[in-house]
């Protein structure tokens, strides 16, 4: 969670509003991660979560795909998981869904990924 260009959910919502010309969610989810930097932990609100708001679990399944097959393959590469909803199903009172949704379910947590969020803008993106 501390180096979020490591998930590569999250790297294909990031390609997918780069595509889409959608640069204006990255910059304001950051926005708001930075003002609320020394806000306590409890009240901290999890911003990027906007940056998989506009994608349906396919669309980022699907650029999650092309960013993971090999340059050459020609084999069709599917990735095969369950979806969040199934997930949630199969494991009703666990909410270890934040891999794939950016949903973080503790206040420390929320704190954690917006600050890896703003590491990632300030050493990677760079506006």
């Known amino acids: 969670m501390a180096r979020m260009n490591e998930f590569i959910a999250f790297r294909a919502?990031?390609?997918l509003l780069k595509e889409r010309e959608m640069r204006d969610v990255i910059e304001r989810a950051?926005?708001?991660a930075k003002e609320q930097v020394n806000v306590e932990k409890?009240?901290?609100?999890?911003?990027v979560k906007d940056i998989y708001a506009p994608f349906t679990n396919e669309e980022i399944s699907e650029k999650m795909?092309?960013?993971?097959?090999?340059?050459?393959?020609?084999?069709?590469?599917?990735?095969?998981?369950?979806?969040?909803?199934?997930?949630?199903?199969?494991?009703?009172?666990h909410k270890g869904d934040?891999?794939?949704?950016?949903?973080?379910?503790?206040?420390?947590?929320?704190?954690?990924?917006?600050?890896a969020f703003i590491d990632y803008i300030e050493q990677v993106y760079q506006f």
């Open 65 to 93: 795909v092309e960013l993971l097959t090999p340059k050459g393959t020609k084999a069709k590469v599917e990735i095969v998981y369950q979806h969040i909803e199934g997930l949630h199903e199969t494991c009703p009172n």
């Open 42 to 47: 409890e009240k901290m609100v999890n911003y």
């Open 98 to 115: 934040w891999y794939f949704t950016g949903d973080y379910p503790t206040p420390g947590g929320v704190k954690l990924v917006n600050q």
């Open 30 to 32: 950051y926005n708001k």
């Open 13 to 15: 919502a990031i390609e």
